[in-house]
């Protein structure tokens, strides 16, 4: 049966789902990005998700960040201030998931996005007490706790050297929704979520499980890993399951 499965995605790849590219520059020729209408709008939807977060907390992606980010809460004292970078992190769900699973602590929260991305977050969310949205981040800007980045870095041009800059910013770093293949070398496809690019496309890495690690190692420790199932891609026919990991910065924080 998951042969099958396998199959069938594998065919319907050219309209729904991940084909490759020779390179990034071919794939964002190729798609429509991270800035178009269509993109933009599937994320509109998504804020009227947010008054309903309480039917999402089973989610075991959802649960396995915020079991990671309690255990990194260990050592900081429940009268200080937890300062969390999301990159990616869209309209702020996790804010809101972890502040229902975590009363402990108090958080502030910055979400990391795009210009388009921000520029259609509701006053709603913009005035909502420790969660803020840049579209930039310096490199003298503050320093955080934990940084978040949750199917995000595969997204953008350069992956490692965001993550490398993540490593600098916080003392943990966790990577969620990561897709890593067998693959001997990195692979950029064109993702397209909904058929016929009704609800956007755009550029996407496909890392080299054996290459990501022998980059991430001269940064960051991994500390623990974890599979995520439920998300996964179909690359001419062949499986690739998404990952997780918990990365600890080999160097001391920027100040």
Request: charged share 20%.
């Amino acid at each position: 049966m998951r042969r099958i499965k396998i199959f069938i995605r594998g065919l319907l790849a050219p309209v729904l789902g991940f084909s490759l590219r020779k390179d990034w520059t071919t794939a964002k020729a190729d798609s429509a990005g991270y800035e178009s209408s269509s993109t933009l709008k599937d994320l509109a939807l998504r804020v009227r998700e947010i008054q309903f977060l309480n039917s999402r907390n089973h989610d075991p992606r959802i649960e396995i960040v915020l079991t990671t980010i309690k255990n990194q809460l260990a050592t900081i004292p429940e009268n200080q201030v937890v300062k969390i970078l999301d990159v990616g992190g869209s309209f702020g769900e996790y804010f809101f998931y972890t502040k229902q699973a975590i009363n402990t602590h108090t958080f502030e929260w910055t979400v990391l996005e795009t210009e388009g991305h921000c520029s259609i977050v509701p006053a709603s969310l913009r005035s909502e007490d420790g969660l803020n949205f840049v579209s930039r981040l310096e490199k003298n800007d503050s320093q955080f706790n934990v940084a978040l980045l949750s199917s995000v870095i595969q997204y953008v041009e350069e992956p490692y050297a965001l993550l490398e800059f993540a490593c600098s910013k916080a003392d943990s770093v966790i990577l969620n929704r990561l897709p890593l293949s067998s693959f001997d070398t990195d692979k950029v496809a064109v993702q397209r979520p909904g058929l016929f690019n009704s609800k956007g496309s755009y550029p996407v890495h496909i890392f080299s499980e054996k290459y990501f690690l022998s980059r991430v190692n001269s940064f960051g420790e991994i500390t623990s890993r974890w599979m995520v199932p439920q998300d996964s891609a179909v690359i001419r026919f062949k499986y690739v399951e998404n990952q997780g990991m918990l990365l600890k910065p080999l160097h001391p924080r920027t100040v």
